[in-house]
């Protein structure tokens, strides 16, 4: 007999809260009952689930007693101190944070990439970076494949990764742009850095704040997420991962520019790496010069793909190849991915 799950989204009205929910909705979890838990100030709120509709619930520890899964993605802060009272009440979590990534204990999982790490959660699982997701869906059948001695990447990011409130300030500029005002604001690069500069028409080479050696931390999480998600360790040395992280005048969808250098040349060629990647699970390869066909955040917004191009050879180093990446860094990068992990512990029964 199947059973029903009751499942609760953690950060339900938020951008990643409202998708996770759509997600759910077309996910074979069967659900029994969904909870659907945010702040004081957005309680009282209704969404629709299927065909009824679900109050948002404040989120208290107590709001987990019988819920079997939850779906995280209220701010880390939060994570950290509500998900251990959920698992003390019997619930497994995926947490959409960073709160649990880098703690050895908590699988970091890609489902297409290493779905076999869940198998050892002790009631988190945290879902990565959405950059570092879309990464590694693609480079993980070059893997398999030939091997990986390094991975240098530049990232592309949508304003949307930084929240809600971005993409509002994001509108707002662009309009205060085209209407000959000063742009305002307030969240970009980072809402809690001493100084702020518009998006809109601009580029901006910093996500999250600065760590000690002039790198972000989103720079950082894509070198050691990566580690962890491959080779089960965030301080491998076996693959050397490289970082510049840029957030662009994008609504929705990251692209990456994605340079490495495989470990064994004589297995790969243009022509094989495009075949490994059309049959890999979720990638969509776009790659046709002659009809100038490649992947555009435009065109991935609202779906669950990861999408390659620009596939081609170093011609100065040989085993040395580019791809260019992009991905909805809302729907693959965060909500999808979560709802494909818990589905994973459910199909498996590893929950």
Not at 49 to 54: A, K, L, R, Y
Not at 117 to 121: E, N, P, T, V
Not at 123 to 128: D, K, L, S, V
């Given at each position: 007999?199947t059973?029903?799950?009751?499942v609760?989204i ?7 809260g409202?998708?996770l929910?759509?997600?759910?909705e077309q996910s074979?979890i ?7 838990l ?5 309680a009282?709120?209704?969404l629709q ?6 109050v948002v619930?404040?989120?208290t520890?107590?709001?987990?007693d019988?819920?079997d899964?939850v779906?995280a993605s209220?701010?880390g802060a939060?994570?950290?101190r509500?998900?251990p009272?959920?698992?003390k009440r ?5 947490d ?5 990534r880098?703690?050895p ?11 076999s ?5 002790q ?6 970076n959405?950059s ?5 869906a693609?480079l993980?059948?070059?893997?398999d494949t030939a ?11 949508a304003g949307s ?8 300030e994001l509108d707002?500029?662009a309009?205060?742009?085209l209407?000959?005002?000063?742009m ?6 980072v809402?809690g850095?001493?100084r702020h ?8 080479p910093?996500i999250d704040v600065?760590e000690p050696?002039?790198?972000t931390?989103e720079?950082?999480k894509?070198?050691h997420?990566?580690?962890k ?5 965030m ?11 840029v957030r662009?005048p ?7 520019s994605?340079y490495?250098?495989v470990a064994h040349?004589e297995?790969m060629n243009?022509t094989?790496?495009?075949e490994?990647l059309?049959q890999a699970p979720g990638v ?5 010069p002659?009809t ?7 065109n ?9 191009g620009?596939?081609?050879a170093?011609l100065?180093n ?5 791809l260019?990446v992009?991905?909805?860094?809302l729907l693959?990068?965060?909500?999808a991915?979560t709802?494909a992990?818990a589905a994973?512990?459910v199909?498996?029964?590893w929950?």
């Open positions: 007999m059973k029903n799950y009751t609760a953690l950060g339900a009205t938020g951008a990643v409202t998708r929910l759509s997600q759910l074979e069967p659900v029994g009952q969904i909870k659907l945010a702040s004081k100030r957005s009282g709120k209704q689930f299927h065909d009824q509709s679900v619930e404040e989120a520890p107590a709001s987990f019988g819920v899964i779906l209220a701010g939060v994570s950290k509500l998900l009272e959920a698992v019997g619930a497994v979590c995926v959409n944070t960073s709160a649990f880098m703690d204990a908590v699988p970091l999982v890609v489902p297409e990439v290493n779905a790490a869940l198998q050892k959660h009631g988190i699982i945290a879902n990565p959405c570092t997701i879309q990464m590694v693609a993980k059948p070059i893997y091997g990986l001695k390094q991975v240098v990447v530049s990232t592309y990011q990764g930084a929240g809600q409130r971005a993409i509002q707002q500029q309009q205060q742009h209407d000959g005002q000063t305002t604001s307030e969240i970009f690069p809402k850095a001493a500069y518009p998006l809109a028409f601009n580029l901006l910093q600065f050696d002039g790198s931390h720079e950082w894509m070198v997420e990566t580690k998600i491959l080779l089960d360790d301080d491998a040395t076996a693959i050397k991962v490289n970082a510049t992280c662009v994008v609504v929705i969808g990251h692209g990456e994605v490495f250098e040349p297995k243009p094989k790496m495009k490994v059309q969509v390869v776009q790659d046709d002659a100038q066909l490649y992947p555009q955040p435009i991935a917004a609202g779906t669950t793909a990861t999408y390659v620009r596939i081609r170093d100065e040989q085993g040395g190849y580019n260019w992009v991905a909805d860094n693959k990068g965060a909500a991915n709802v992990i994973t512990l199909k498996n029964q929950l």
